[in-house]
């Protein structure tokens, strides 16, 4: 069964940055092909797609509110996924959640739908 925890969260002002990890557990679950995504939700809105990297061939797809600012990377040996957030503005308030399952890239790989398993998420807000 695949465990995911996200770390990383917490209070942040505008323009500053903030790092968020992933551990996972489960066989094959960082090693082995497919996509592993962040994801994020505000209260009042839907969980949208931040950031998902794809596996074999190490693609990134990126969220068009968060190109540039964002960067996400995984550790095959580490099993994490981590996600790099700079610049953050007060819109990124949000939860951020960590899944895994994903089997398509391109615009497919931020869908939600597309996932089957899911962290508890950590909260990061961004605020003067």
């Known amino acids: 069964q695949v465990q995911l925890v996200e770390s990383g969260g917490g209070s942040v002002q505008p323009g500053g940055s903030r790092r968020l990890s992933c551990a996972a557990s489960g066989y094959g679950v960082v090693s082995s092909a497919g996509c592993l995504g962040w994801f994020r939700q505000a209260p009042g809105k839907e969980r949208e797609g931040v950031a998902a990297h794809c596996h074999p061939g190490a693609y990134a797809f990126y969220a068009d509110s968060v190109k540039g600012r964002f960067t996400i990377s995984r550790d095959f040996a580490r099993r994490t996924l981590s996600l790099q957030m700079n610049n953050l503005k007060l819109e990124d308030t949000a939860m951020y959640y960590c899944?895994?399952?994903?089997?398509?890239?391109?615009?497919?790989?931020?869908?939600?739908?597309?996932?089957?398993?899911w962290g508890q998420g950590t909260q990061v807000t961004v605020s003067s």
């Open positions: 899944a895994a399952g994903g089997s398509h890239g391109g615009d497919a790989s931020l869908l939600p739908q597309e996932y089957n398993s």
